[in-house]
């Protein structure tokens, strides 16, 4: 049985038409489908960010909202803000000021239970347990500073390179936030977050020395914004700062390594007294309490406050003989 050229050409469009359709359908439910799937994953995404905020807000107590909303307000607030960025602890200032009353307060209960009921010892306690909370965020800041110091030089290296490339001085910002380790990627994500909302390059630079304090950060920084002022080679001026900044970085590390020994011993020759005083007390009460008897009169005080003078002067003379400017 022959089919006419009519027939053949309306089964191929039919079978056409057909294709069409499906091709028509499966390219739609394709196209859903991966809109579907961005969709889903920026909502996933939202629901995580929305899930931390909530566990966020289900960690605060209306004590640390009370703290937050009076201690913001004023200039110690602020000040705490400075040395929490400083330190990179995720806190707000009431947080931090909740956390110090509740060192403070263990602490002294600590030493009320040690010193066997002991007002003396639990207020000593209480007033050790006021200096810890700040001597960790003042470790903390050190220690991302030291980092932040020792990555400073690489920093200057990629920003020559990527300027060398034909970047502009944003784009190896960003660079930067991308290629290098923390807290040094941290930083410059900041800032280049901060220009990206409007904020002009002076003011989130001025922003990233308030937050990490250093000298040749201050360095570089200066040196762009006269590069933006005058103009200039800017890739060769930091290349200039680079190798600066590189042999200042190996000498500190050749200071800190002679003077790590002068700067323990000193810490540890000034606690040792308090120890031995704080066992003394301990084991024998009556003994260390000599000193407040009426018989021993007011040279007991003196001596106790001579003791303490000679410890704290002690101390820092021997930091500031370790503490060598470069």
Do not use: H
Request: hydrophobic fraction near 45%; glycine fraction near 10%.
């Amino acid at each position: 049985m022959e089919l006419s050229p009519a027939i053949i050409l309306i089964l191929g469009g039919g079978i056409a038409l057909v294709l069409l359709i499906v091709g028509i359908a499966v390219s739609l439910t394709g196209e859903r489908s991966m809109v579907e799937e961005r969709l889903g994953k920026y909502v996933e995404e939202q629901r995580e960010q929305s899930a931390k905020e909530a566990k966020r807000g289900a960690m605060e107590n209306p004590v640390t909202d009370w703290l937050n909303k009076r201690v913001e307000r004023s200039s110690y607030g602020d000040n705490i803000s400075k040395k929490l960025a400083r330190a990179d602890l995720k806190l707000k200032p009431g947080e931090y000021v909740f956390i110090v009353i509740g060192v403070i307060l263990l602490v002294a209960l600590i030493g009320y239970v040690i010193g066997q009921q002991s007002f003396l010892l639990a207020i000593a306690g209480g007033v050790g347990g006021a200096f810890l909370p700040g001597m960790y965020v003042k470790n903390q800041t050190d220690r991302r500073l030291r980092k932040f110091g020792d990555q400073l030089a690489d920093m200057l290296n990629l920003m020559v390179n990527g300027l060398r490339a034909g970047y502009s001085t944003m784009q190896a910002m960003e660079a930067v936030s991308k290629e290098l380790p923390s807290p040094i990627n941290e930083e410059f994500r900041r800032v280049v977050q901060e220009m990206q909302l409007g904020i002009t390059m002076e003011k989130a630079l001025a922003n990233l020395l308030v937050r990490v304090p250093s000298d040749d950060l201050d360095l570089v920084i200066t040196a762009i914004n006269v590069q933006r002022e005058v103009g200039g080679n800017l890739a060769e001026i930091l290349d200039t700062i680079s190798f600066t900044i590189r042999e200042r970085v190996r000498i500190k590390g050749e200071i800190r390594v002679l003077t790590t020994q002068v700067m323990y011993s000193g810490r540890f020759l000034s606690i040792l007294p308090i120890i031995v005083i704080l066992i003394l007390y301990v084991l024998n009460k009556e003994y260390m309490m000599t000193y407040t008897q009426p018989e021993s009169g007011i040279c007991g005080y003196i001596a106790l406050g001579v003791a303490a003078i000679l410890i704290v002067s002690g101390y820092f003379s021997m930091k500031k003989l370790g503490d060598i400017e470069i």
